[in-house]
């Protein structure tokens, strides 16, 4: 019942920063899986992969009716990142969970300070 409770908890607090920030699965969902569930870094990666898809869809509708999509320019970001995520996914499996935990913090914190330095400046 606790990891049921954790679980919705976490999907409602990344549902929440997803359609505030465009963020939430990475940067939420797989830190709470690792570290409260105890799941792998590979396992928590493919989960977050799945659960953008139906994150994504909510958004998209609530930001389509505002009109605040703009279609082609996704469709040339989708073409990149499916490509990206191909290739990425193809070799990740041979990272080991360690060294894969270190490049996803590196840049979870490399990203943090640019935002925080760009805002900052404006």
């Given at each position: 019942?606790t990891?049921?409770?954790?679980t919705?908890?976490?999907?409602?607090?990344?549902?929440i920063?997803?359609?505030?920030?465009?963020?939430?699965?990475?940067?939420?969902?797989?830190?709470?899986?690792?570290?409260?569930?105890?799941?792998?870094?590979?396992?928590?990666?493919?989960?977050?992969?799945?659960?953008?898809?139906?994150?994504?869809?909510?958004?998209?509708?609530?930001?389509?009716?505002?009109k605040?999509v703009?279609y082609?320019?996704a469709?040339?970001?989708?073409?990149?990142s499916?490509?990206?995520?191909?290739?990425s996914?193809?070799?990740?499996?041979?990272?080991?969970?360690?060294?894969?935990?270190?490049?996803?913090?590196?840049?979870?914190?490399?990203?943090?300070?640019?935002?925080?330095?760009?805002?900052?400046?404006?």
């Amino acid at each position: 019942m606790t990891i049921i409770l954790i679980t919705l908890l976490a999907g409602l607090v990344a549902g929440i920063l997803s359609g505030l920030l465009g963020v939430g699965g990475g940067l939420l969902l797989i830190p709470i899986m690792i570290f409260l569930l105890g799941m792998s870094q590979h396992a928590a990666q493919g989960i977050s992969l799945l659960v953008i898809i139906p994150t994504a869809m909510a958004g998209i509708w609530q930001l389509h009716k505002a009109k605040m999509v703009n279609y082609n320019l996704a469709l040339y970001l989708a073409c990149g990142s499916i490509l990206g995520a191909l290739i990425s996914s193809t070799f990740v499996q041979y990272i080991p969970a360690a060294q894969l935990k270190l490049i996803f913090g590196v840049f979870v914190i490399i990203m943090g300070i640019r935002t925080i330095l760009k805002t900052l400046k404006s």
